[in-house]
């Protein structure tokens, strides 16, 4: 009964190769996030999506492509991937509106050699 | 823009003692706030929000947290630590008009037997 699930947990590579992060949610909700957790365990949103449309973009390369086919999954797709991308990547989902709690996934860790 | 500052990166009790988390935001208008804990290896739990009303709010596994307007802030504290309370704390905001997560640095709490 996993709430927000992600494949694979960990995930070794190297630079220049294109690799993706899956993301599935079974709680209903219409919102999903990609967060990326630097090595100093700093958080920052990366997309949203609200019933697959793209609601926020932050300032993140190009090489990064979230894609939601359903409004339970939400994917991440990385091409030519760079030693700095190596972090953990967190999936979560909510409700839409602001102060719904949002639920993560465990975390995929990218590590880029 | 809005940003959330924790106050000590590290934090050390004695099993039994106080918990304190600082959390202080800088926001244009009001916003919303929470409280969200990591265990090792784990994705992020919330422990407690405020929205409105009530500016004392309490959450999960014995922890509070109070909003203070004029102070700008919305410490966390738990009377009495457990061992199981190590993890990583991170406090967040986000604008009520809006629905992204801004995230603080995060706490590390370590309890001592």
């Known amino acids: 009964d996993t709430a927000v699930s992600q494949t694979p947990k960990y995930l070794v590579t190297q630079m220049g190769n294109d690799k993706s992060i899956k993301c599935e949610q079974n709680?209903?909700?219409?919102?999903m996030y990609w967060y990326k957790q630097d090595s100093k365990k700093f958080l920052k949103i990366m997309f949203s999506?609200?019933?697959?449309?793209?609601?926020i973009n932050e300032t993140v390369p190009n090489r990064f492509s979230p894609k939601s086919p359903d409004k339970a999954h939400l994917n991440l797709h990385i091409n030519s991937l760079e030693l700095g991308d190596s972090a953990v990547y967190f999936c979560?989902?909510?409700?839409?509106?602001?102060?719904?709690?949002?639920?993560f996934g465990p975390g995929t860790r990218l590590t880029v050699l | 823009a809005q940003s959330v500052t924790q106050l000590g990166s590290h934090v050390s009790v004695s099993e039994g003692a106080l918990v304190l988390l600082r959390c202080n935001y800088s926001?244009?208008?009001?916003?919303?706030l929470f409280w969200y804990v990591q265990y090792p290896n784990q994705g992020l739990q919330l422990l407690l929000k405020?929205?409105?009303?009530?500016?004392l709010v309490k959450g999960i596994n014995g922890f509070e947290a109070e909003f203070k307007k004029s102070e700008t802030s919305f410490h966390l504290t738990k009377p009495s630590a457990h061992m199981s309370d190590a993890a990583e704390y991170f406090c967040?905001?986000?604008?009520?008009?809006?629905?992204?997560?801004?995230f603080g640095g995060g706490t590390r709490v370590l309890v001592k037997p």
């Open positions: 999506y609200n019933n697959k449309e793209l609601i």
């Open positions: 709680l209903g909700h219409d919102t």
């Open positions: 979560a989902s909510s409700h839409e509106g602001p102060y719904n709690e949002q639920f």
């Open positions: 967040a905001v986000i604008k009520a008009a809006g629905n992204k997560l801004t």
């Open positions: 405020y929205t409105t009303g009530a500016t």
């Open positions: 926001s244009s208008v009001p916003p919303y």
